[in-house]
């Protein structure tokens, strides 16, 4: 609108050039505003596409994480977030802070770091002791590795 009131404007001055620069901010204005409206959709449409796959992902599991192969967690679902939330608020979020933190034993975090790195399907019952908040627990985790982009490690405990 202010636009056209520019040209309107210039055009009752009687001024050509300006006639033609606000009508060339119009366009421009134009185009920077239809390529936002088409990012929005892109986002929303990738947001909606990052949740449905969370959510398959994750599903009959008690907890889902993905790390890379320095063994920082990259991804934690939902699930995750409420089975650690002391967790979930430290600044380094490792593997190996994960299962300190929950008093995993020594030999039991070995063995988790050695699958990781055998790059191959695998399983392992830990007993995980959240403190004095909750009693221990034993969980399976479940480690597969992500072909595509390679790198990466699936874990998943029930």
């Known amino acids: 609108m ?3 009131l520019g040209v309107a404007v210039l055009v009752y001055y009687n001024s050509l050039v300006g006639c033609w620069l606000a009508s060339g901010v119009g366009l421009v204005i134009l185009y920077v505003a239809r390529k936002l409206e088409k990012l ?14 969370s959510s398959a ?7 889902c994480t993905v ?20 967790f979930v608020q430290q600044s380094e979020r490792t593997l190996d802070k994960l299962l300190s933190m929950q008093n995993v034993a020594a030999d ?8 990781i790195e055998q790059n191959s399907e695998s399983s392992l019952a830990v007993i995980m002791d959240a403190g004095a908040e ?25």
Request: aromatic share 12%; net charge positive.
């Open 2 to 4: 202010i636009v056209v």
């Open 40 to 53: 929005e959709k892109i986002q929303h449409s990738t947001e909606f596409m990052n949740a449905l796959f």
């Open 57 to 63: 992902l994750g599903k009959k599991y008690k907890f």
């Open 67 to 86: 790390i890379n192969l320095a063994g920082e967690i990259v991804y934690l679902n939902r699930s995750f977030q409420a089975m650690f939330p002391a």
């Open 108 to 115: 039991r975090t070995e063995m988790v770091k050695k699958l």
């Open 134 to 158: 909750k009693a221990p627990e034993s969980v399976t985790l479940y480690i597969e590795p992500i072909e595509r982009p390679s790198g990466f490690v699936l874990i998943r405990g029930q």
